[in-house]
């Protein structure tokens, strides 16, 4: 299954390599070369499929935890100053996908969206520490009276250059759901209240939907 923010990616590539294919099998005579190119069509064509895959997840409700909004392995687990909207202490745990990761995000709790909002910005490496504040990202805040608010900030990569974001303020937000979809390489921050107990260690990998990051 792949992701519909992909279907027309996908199509136009699957066009491109197929032309692509059939000049170079009629115009290109040497064989080292004509491997070499058809090779390279391949790899392309299955890079973007494997890009836009979108596998089923076996999410596990529950109000009192926090679910990984997205594949990837934790970068950061540290307390920090969430200036956007909390304007206060928080426990950030932030998880980077690579152009291989599924790059599906799904609702870390269910609850209301209480806040959703857009920022223009940079494509500075995922990792940087600055990223957070000055790429291009999305920031969102769901309620749920079990866990209280968690913000979760989709956040664009140095190849990412579009951030799809299905979350809309007063929505229902279902755990685990999709929520939208970054392409090409980025991160996912999550901002949790102090108290909260951490379940996942730095440089671990996780599962979108699946992963238990936290719990009450």
Same mark, same amino acid.
């Given at each position: ?9 996908? %199509? &136009?590539?699957?066009?491109?390599? *197929?032309?692509?294919? @059939? =000049?170079?099998?009629? $115009?290109? #005579? ?5 491997? %070499? &190119?058809?090779?390279?069509?391949? *790899?392309?064509?299955? @890079? =973007?499929?494997?890009? $836009?895959? #979108? ?5 596990? %409700? ?155």
């Amino acid at each position: 299954m792949f992701h519909k923010e992909g279907h027309k990616i996908i %199509l &136009i590539t699957f066009i491109v390599v *197929v032309a692509s294919y @059939l =000049i170079t099998d009629n $115009f290109i #005579n040497i064989f080292w070369i004509r491997t %070499l &190119i058809m090779l390279t069509l391949l *790899v392309l064509l299955i @890079l =973007i499929l494997q890009f $836009f895959r #979108n596998p089923k997840r076996h999410t596990v %409700l529950n109000n009192k935890q926090v679910i990984s909004p997205v594949d990837g392995k934790v970068v950061v687990i540290e307390e920090v100053f969430e200036k956007e909207y909390f304007k206060e202490k928080r426990l950030q745990v932030s998880v980077f996908m690579s152009p291989l990761n599924v790059h599906v995000t799904r609702y870390p709790i269910g609850g209301n969206v209480i806040f959703s909002k857009y920022h223009p910005g940079k494509y500075l490496v995922a990792w940087h520490p600055k990223a957070s504040e000055e790429n291009e990202r999305t920031t969102v805040v769901v309620e749920n009276e079990n866990y209280g608010k968690v913000l979760y900030r989709q956040i664009a990569g140095a190849l990412a250059k579009r951030i799809v974001n299905y979350a809309k303020q007063n929505n229902r937000a279902e755990q685990g759901a999709d929520a939208g979809f970054i392409k090409f390489g980025s991160r996912v921050d999550l901002f949790l209240p102090i108290d909260t107990n951490i379940k996942v260690q730095l440089n671990q990998k996780v599962r979108g939907g699946e992963t238990i990051i936290a719990e009450m």
